[in-house]
């Protein structure tokens, strides 16, 4: 890849978060619808195929990866591709390592002169992509759930919702881009050459892959956070447990000393008959629950 100055026929054009006046200047120099330009740019935007005036606008939803404090979070966006007579446009709300690679020139048989083998070259990166970032989850929900074996802080519980919300995001996604693949494959909106449609089919494997493992990696994370929820119940519930019985045994000795403290003729008042009673009551009502498992 050689970064160039000026629009040239065969040329890539990546737009990275693009100004209104970059807008125009692509949309004038290369005649490019402005609402294909601006599709990509709305973060709710979903994947879709359109065309107008010989001109092809694809919108996939490609993953990111952000820190948030300490630990990563992931999330999709969406990257609109231009397919015009003589160019490729590609634009995005951020600079992503998918791009990074193509302008490094990182990716092999990636030539801008060969734009429906350059698309799928994309289509590919970013399926790849998809399945790094899922190994990465699953590395860290099985971190967390290490950390969460010796002590149950509320800061892993909410980085694993974090990673569950992230697995909701990948896997509208992910669907939503096999819908686009599957009627990009069909060859009615882009002409399939034979290495084209084998590179197509490549991408739509990894996509179903990525389907697959996003949805064993969700249920198994769903079903951590319910046990979880579970064990954080149970454990309250054995805490209030022996409190109440701990209740129990201080309540007797108030009970005996409150009699003693009436004004009403008791059995031998000498003072360490009440100690002695309460000592022995409180020893055999704890032997009671010790026998009820409730201490």
Same mark, same amino acid.
């Given at each position: 890849?050689?970064?160039?100055? &000026?629009?040239?026929?065969?040329? $890539? ?42 001109? /092809? @606008? ?9 820190? *948030? ?20 446009? /590609?634009? %995005? ?55 969460? =074996? ?18 909701? =995001?990948?896997?509208?996604? @992910?669907? !939503?881009? *096999?819908? /686009? ?12 050459? *034979? ?10 494997? *990894?996509?179903?892959? !990525? ?17 979880? !929820? ?13 409190? &109440? ?14 009699? =003693? ?9 000498? $003072? $360490?008959?009440?100690? %002695?009673?309460? %000592? ?10 010790? !026998?009820?498992?409730?201490?």
């Amino acid at each position: 890849m050689t970064r160039i100055q &000026t629009f040239e026929k065969g040329v $890539w054009v990546s737009l990275i978060y693009p100004t209104e006046e970059e807008l125009n200047r692509v949309a004038e120099a290369l005649h490019v619808e402005q609402d294909f330009l601006r599709a990509a740019l709305d973060e709710e935007e979903t994947s879709r195929i359109d065309m107008e005036d010989g001109q /092809t @606008l694809i919108i996939v939803d490609v993953p990111v990866e952000e820190k *948030e404090g300490d630990a990563p979070a992931y999330y999709t966006l969406p990257m609109g591709i231009i397919v015009t007579d003589q160019n490729i446009i /590609t634009v %995005c709300l951020k600079e992503i390592p998918i791009i990074r690679e193509f302008q490094d020139g990182l990716v092999k048989n990636a030539k801008t002169s060969q734009k429906t083998s350059f698309i799928f070259h994309l289509l590919l990166r970013s399926s790849g992509r998809y399945l790094q970032y899922l190994k990465q989850i699953d590395k860290l929900t099985s971190y967390m759930q290490m950390k969460l =074996y010796k002590s149950q802080r509320n800061k892993e519980l909410i980085q694993l919702l974090n990673l569950e919300k992230s697995l909701v =995001y990948f896997n509208t996604s @992910l669907k !939503a881009n *096999e819908v /686009t693949l599957e009627k990009i494959l069909r060859g009615r909106i882009i002409t399939l050459y *034979e290495e084209d449609q084998d590179l197509l089919e490549d991408v739509l494997i *990894e996509v179903r892959q !990525a389907i697959e493992m996003n949805n064993i990696y969700s249920s198994i994370l769903s079903g951590m956070m319910d046990a979880y !929820a579970s064990l954080i119940s149970n454990n309250l519930n054995v805490i209030m447990k022996v409190l &109440t019985s701990i209740t129990i045994l201080i309540t007797i000795p108030t009970i005996v000393f409150g009699f =003693y403290g009436m004004n009403v003729n008791l059995p031998d008042t000498t $003072w $360490w008959f009440p100690i %002695c009673l309460s %000592c022995g009551l409180a020893i055999l009502v704890g032997i009671i629950l010790k !026998a009820k498992d409730l201490f």
